[in-house]
Nanobody, 118 residues
Framework: QVQLVESGGGLVQPGGSLRLSCAATGFTFSSYAVRWYSQAPGKERELVATITTTDSTTNYADSVKGRLTISRDNAKNTVYLQMNSLKPEDTAVYYC???????????WGQGTQVTVSS
């Protein structure tokens, strides 16, 4: 059974840190690139960070560069999102997305809530 399960969200004060995890089961995780998206209340889902398969090249939205770091551990079938210097505007549900192009596959997790508030 294909599953992506996010964890690690919670309530944190501004300036604090969280580490989100996305654990995959049921497919060859190492063959998939992975994206983290955020969706704030009343807003569209936005791409936050991407990591590729073989060389683990990363890309980030301008709003999170220097504060968020995406990484992967293929031995553990897990992708991480280290979130530092968090701001109230980072408050959102964060979703993990694993995808590949050939053949086309696209899997989503259920999301984990991140709330940044004093």
């Amino acid at each position: 059974q294909v599953q992506l399960v996010e964890s690690g969200g919670g309530l944190v004060q501004p300036g604090g840190s969280l580490r989100l995890s996305c654990a995959a089961t049921g497919f060859t995780f190492s063959s998939y690139a992975v994206r983290w998206y955020s969706q704030a209340p009343g807003k569209e889902r936005e791409l936050v960070a991407t990591i590729t398969t073989t060389d683990s090249t990363t890309n980030y939205a301008d709003s999170v560069k220097g504060r968020l770091t995406i990484s992967r551990d293929n031995a553990k079938n897990t992708v991480y999102l280290q979130m530092n210097s968090l701001k109230p505007e980072d408050t959102a549900v964060y979703y993990c997305n694993a995808y590949r192009i050939l053949p086309s596959r696209n899997y989503w997790g259920q999301g984990t809530q991140v709330t940044v508030s004093s």
